[in-house]
């Protein structure tokens, strides 16, 4: 599915590796949690950049302690509507200080691309029948906003308005 | 009212007045929804992906057609605004409103077409039906007596203002488990229901003068009534948006996603208990406190929007006194709709919308634009709404007040029932509402119909009587000191009284007194229900005093004596 980064189609240099899979030398590997933890020695020893694909639900401290190695956050949106992944964002970028790329993935409306990235997204992955164009127009709509977010401070807020 | 005058009674009335950056956010959002819209009816959006976004712009649908409700923040009107509401009614609907207890007004018959254009007329007044639905936060509430009670001690509005901006379109907590409602007052009598509110909140100061509040979470109506539980005394003023952030950011995380009669704040709240408040403090702990510091110059930057009106220390009480005295209708009205105002020569006037046969909450055009009117003439151009479902107008002259009265009874609106039993706070029910087990606005024209002689409504003294057509309880029904459900059995309407019911500082959930009533036989219930108050009151005592003095064993014996 195409990767969008700044409303622009990326190449996705990432593979999402199975549960069992092999993982030949050098290539870049999303991992699911469950593996991370179970191979967490064998996947920090690799030279090559490292993802993880979080389940819905899962707390900002369950990954905690692997941030240090990861490249890729990848936050699994079951529904539009659950806006569990916004917090997960947020909290990893403010919390965990965690610099590497943040990937949106699954059932997300460009309505919310804009928040996703002040949430502290990198990347959303949007499906191969999606509009580019109201993508992007979707990041050009809000020019301002009333709260301080993690993008560089683009938007304005109340909060700067020099009072 | 030319455009001239007009804006200038806005700049006149004490509300916040939009600058560039608030002006331009609005314009962006209406574009948006114009664009939502074209898309939804161009196939691009499915139903089922436009309907949150259409909520969170207020727009329902209903049982016969949409429904927009528009946000009225805290309340706060100002007379170009209400005549712009009027405008609505009459261009895009059917000429009148519905006011809910949300403080919003709601209009029940406009078009999806006209929706957008509805928004831009809104936004040429600076007003919006942002967040008015939907999972996200909703239109901040207050006391409708803030800036004018004499009791008050911190104006709640500068507080809901930020409340406003900082939840408007927020980033994270736009899609939240399920709706959060934040209320807040500043004086020490609760007008506005806090205790049954996601988050609630007490402005005070503390005895070096600073502004703390005390922090309530976790309350609330709908099928679990609960009081919200105190994680907080004295939130300094500048932390407090950073211990919001603290709240939602714990309730966003943890809260439940599958099954929506959990997802409300308030279940996590009673399960947790303790330690709901400690995973609260725990974030608030690590928030970086910097970022989200609210700073003494945006509050004095917003609260200057807010400063007291030019009061005119001339004005007296004499001339009203002497109308009292002379005209006992203005006596009785003057006894019920109006509330000390902290300025001794102006008063705050409550404008019911409880006429008798009428439907509680609603007002035509007409009636909205001469109440403008008469706010440019005798009140500094402002208006509140109640949740109560009343307008007012919180800075009138006390020698103004006759004239003012006079003016209302010609309108139709000058009903002297404030607090009184046909003061009913009622929701649409099944005459409009898509979830409505029964009706409620005919359950509520009937009770005022029944009760309809003053001399009897005054005997009986403030009772208030609360109606919801179904669980959901929009119509607050728990906590009225008698409470109305309408449900459904086997297709018929039912309704189940409770009694004992407060929103205010006692708050108190309702309990279900027996056996629901039908349709034709509840208001005889009620009448029931107040003969046997009558009968066992002590001097002075409330139809709640007595309540609780007695519990329900008389009631419940009146009630189903014949069973």
Same mark, same amino acid.
């Given at each position: 599915m195409p990767v969008l980064d700044a409303g622009l189609v990326v190449p996705d240099h990432w593979e999402h590796a199975g549960d069992e899979q092999n993982l030949p030398a050098g290539q870049n590997f999303i991992v699911c949690l469950d593996r991370l933890k179970r191979d967490r020695e064998f996947l920090f020893a690799r030279e090559a950049p490292l993802g993880v694909t979080l389940p819905p639900g899962t707390k900002a401290a369950e990954v905690a302690e692997f941030l240090e190695r990861l490249d890729l956050v990848v936050v699994g949106f079951p529904k539009f509507r659950d806006g569990r992944g916004f917090t997960l964002a947020r909290t990893l970028r403010e919390r965990h200080g965690f610099e590497g790329e943040i990937r949106a993935t699954g059932h997300i409306l460009p309505d919310q691309y804009a928040l996703l990235l002040r949430c502290g997204f990198s990347t959303v992955e949007v499906p191969e029948t999606a509009h580019l164009s109201v993508w992007q127009a979707a990041l050009e709509r809000y020019k301002v906003a009333y709260q301080p977010g993690l993008?560089?401070?683009k938007p304005l807020s109340w909060f700067r308005r020099g009072v | 009212m030319n455009h001239v005058a007009s804006s200038r009674a806005h700049q006149r009335a004490r509300v916040y007045h939009y600058d560039q950056l608030d002006r331009e956010f609005l314009a962006e959002r209406v574009a948006d929804f114009r664009d939502q819209v074209a898309r939804r009816i161009a196939g691009e959006l499915s139903e089922d992906e436009f309907r949150p976004l259409r909520l969170m712009n207020g727009l329902y649908l209903q049982l016969h057609a949409y429904m927009l409700r528009v946000a009225i923040p805290y309340g706060v009107l100002s007379s170009p605004q209400l005549r712009q509401l009027a405008y609505i009614a009459r261009s895009y609907d059917r000429g009148y409103g519905h006011f809910t207890t949300r403080q919003n007004i709601q209009y029940n018959w406009p078009k999806l077409v006209e929706t957008p254009d509805i928004l831009q007329a809104l936004a040429d007044v600076d007003m919006h039906a942002i967040q008015t639905s939907g999972n996200c936060i909703r239109n901040i509430t207050t006391d409708e007596? +803030? $800036? =004018? =009670? +004499? #009791? *008050?001690?911190? #104006?709640?509005r500068v507080y809901a203002e930020i409340l406003r901006q900082w939840s408007t379109r927020h980033p994270e907590f736009t899609y939240l488990p399920r709706k959060f409602k934040i209320a807040i007052v500043g004086a020490p009598l609760d007008r506005a229901a806090i205790k049954f509110h996601d988050i609630g909140l007490i402005a005070k100061r503390n005895q070096e003068g600073e502004i703390g509040f005390e922090v309530y979470a976790g309350g609330g109506l709908g099928r679990t009534p609960i009081v919200g539980m105190k994680l907080r005394d004295f939130l300094p003023e500048s932390e407090f948006l950073a211990y919001m952030e603290a709240i939602l950011r714990t309730y966003n995380a943890l809260g439940e996603r599958d099954n929506i009669y959990r997802a409300r704040i308030k279940i996590m709240v009673r399960e947790l208990g303790q330690e709901f408040i400690d995973l609260v403090e725990r974030e608030y702990a690590v928030l970086p406190h910097q970022k989200y510091r609210i700073e003494p110059a945006v509050v004095a930057w917003v609260g200057a929007n807010f400063a007291p009106p030019e009061f005119d220390r001339a004005a007296t009480p004499a001339l009203m006194q002497r109308h009292v005295a002379e005209n006992p209708d203005f006596a009785t009205w003057v006894a019920r709709n109006t509330h000390p105002h902290r300025e001794p020569g102006y008063i705050s006037a409550v404008i019911s919308l409880k006429s008798i046969g009428g439907v509680p909450g609603d007002a035509t055009a007409n009636q909205m634009d001469m109440v403008a009117d008469l706010a440019d003439v005798y009140g500094f151009s402002e208006i509140r709404v109640s949740h109560v479902q009343n307008l007012v107008l919180p800075h009138v002259r006390r020698d103004d007040l006759f004239t003012v009265w006079q003016e209302l009874v010609k309108a139709g609106l000058g009903t002297p029932n404030i607090g009184l039993i046909t003061d009913i706070i009622t929701c649409p029910g099944l005459d409009f509402c898509a979830l409505a087990n029964a009706r409620s606005i005919p359950i509520a024209q009937r009770i005022a119909e029944r009760f309809a002689s003053l001399e009897r409504q005054v005997d009986i003294g403030e009772v208030f009587v609360n109606i919801s057509g179904c669980i959901n309880a929009c119509g607050h029904h728990h906590v009225g000191h008698i409470g109305i459900l309408g449900v459904d059995k086997r297709g018929e309407e039912f309704y189940q009284i409770t009694l004992g019911g407060s929103a205010t500082n006692d708050a108190a959930v309702g309990e279900i007194i027996g056996a629901a009533f039908s349709y034709d036989l509840v208001v005889d219930a009620i009448e029931t229900l107040l003969t046997t108050y009558i009968r066992l /009151? *002590?001097? $002075? *005592? /409330?139809f709640i005093e007595t309540y609780r003095r007695l519990g329900p064993l008389p009631f419940k014996e009146a009630l189903y004596a014949g069973a």
């Open positions: 993008t560089v401070e | 007596f +803030a $800036g =004018a =009670a +004499a #009791d *008050e001690l911190v #104006d709640p /009151r *002590e001097k $002075g *005592e /409330r």
